[in-house]
């Protein structure tokens, strides 16, 4: 794998992992300078690509997420999900002060992708499945006389019929709304999500509130609504991989450290 690397505002590279990873360890690569490799859709800052390319650089113990480098617990001041050792504190401190705690937060965060998102979808659609799954089930008990014998059906039985359809649909759609609101509310995910690891967050990384998880669950709705699953789309093209109710709700969706 080759990289590329900004210095002095210009683009330097490419040049082999094994000499990207000298300039980490001499210090020539701080935690804020752009770099890019193939498969990366954008230039990011070193600090949020490394724990994903270079597992092994990263120390076993508590590490200060500023320079990297391992400390004891003790001397790591804890903010939101960073680190910070005493040399960098000044220096987090001042971008929190410059950039605000959203845009500094950000940066220790691997949001998750749309496939990873899919699958969680995928576990929540069963479970919700299961429940709509017996709606049916009793609906078609309580209609068997009209299905089976449509000749005998009357204005009565239809008005039962389509009627029990609506009130099935209403009864899945509020499951879901309760579903996805309270366990983003009380747990930070869906057992979906729960399962594979993500989390959903404000944009500084707070926990949502119950108005924001309900919201977020209509905004999701609306999502659903649209032509070729544009809305979830946007996860894949999106910097912070957000989808349509992500945006409209100001969420993030990232991995649980």
């Known amino acids: 794998m080759e990289w590329y690397y900004a210095e002095a505002g210009q683009r330097a590279g490419p040049i082999p992992e094994a000499e990207f990873r000298a300039l980490q360890t001499a210090?020539?690569?701080?935690?804020?300078?752009?770099?890019?490799?193939?498969?990366?859709?954008?230039?990011?800052?070193?600090?949020?690509?490394?724990?994903?390319?270079?597992?092994?650089?990263?120390?076993?113990?508590?590490?200060?997420?500023?320079?990297?480098?391992?400390?004891?617990?003790q001397d790591l001041l804890a903010f939101e999900s960073a680190h910070i050792c005493g040399a960098c504190k000044d220096i987090f401190f001042q971008r929190l002060r410059e950039?605000?705690?959203?845009?500094?937060?950000?940066?220790?965060?691997?949001?998750?992708?749309?496939?990873?998102?899919?699958?969680?979808?995928?576990?929540?659609?069963?479970?919700?499945?299961?429940?709509?799954?017996?709606?049916?089930?009793?609906?078609?008990?309580?209609?068997?006389?009209?299905?089976?014998?449509?000749?005998?059906?009357?204005?009565?039985?239809?008005?039962?019929?389509?009627?029990?359809?609506?009130?099935?649909?209403?009864i899945s759609t509020t499951a879901t709304i309760v579903y996805e609101s309270w366990f983003v509310w009380r747990r930070g995910a869906t057992p979906g999500k729960l399962a594979?690891?993500?989390?959903?967050?404000?944009?500084?990384?707070?926990?949502?509130?119950?108005?924001?998880?309900?919201g977020r669950s209509f905004a999701y709705l609306l999502t659903g609504t649209l032509p070729l699953a544009i809305g979830f789309l946007m996860a894949g093209l999106d910097e912070e991989k957000r989808a349509l109710h992500d945006r409209i709700c100001d969420t993030r969706v990232v991995y649980r450290s």
């Open 27 to 73: 210090g020539k690569l701080g935690p804020d300078d752009l770099v890019w490799t193939a498969g990366m859709a954008a230039w990011q800052p070193l600090a949020s690509v490394q724990s994903l390319y270079f597992p092994a650089a990263v120390p076993a113990g508590p590490i200060c997420t500023e320079c990297r480098r391992e400390f004891p617990p």
């Open 196 to 214: 594979v690891g993500v989390r959903v967050v404000r944009a500084n990384g707070e926990a949502l509130s119950v108005k924001r998880s309900v």
């Open 99 to 170: 950039r605000g705690a959203a845009a500094v937060v950000r940066r220790f965060q691997r949001f998750g992708g749309f496939w990873i998102r899919l699958l969680a979808r995928i576990i929540d659609f069963t479970i919700l499945w299961g429940f709509f799954i017996v709606l049916m089930f009793v609906w078609e008990a309580a209609m068997q006389r009209v299905i089976f014998n449509p000749a005998r059906v009357n204005s009565y039985d239809l008005i039962a019929l389509w009627g029990g359809l609506a009130l099935i649909y209403f």
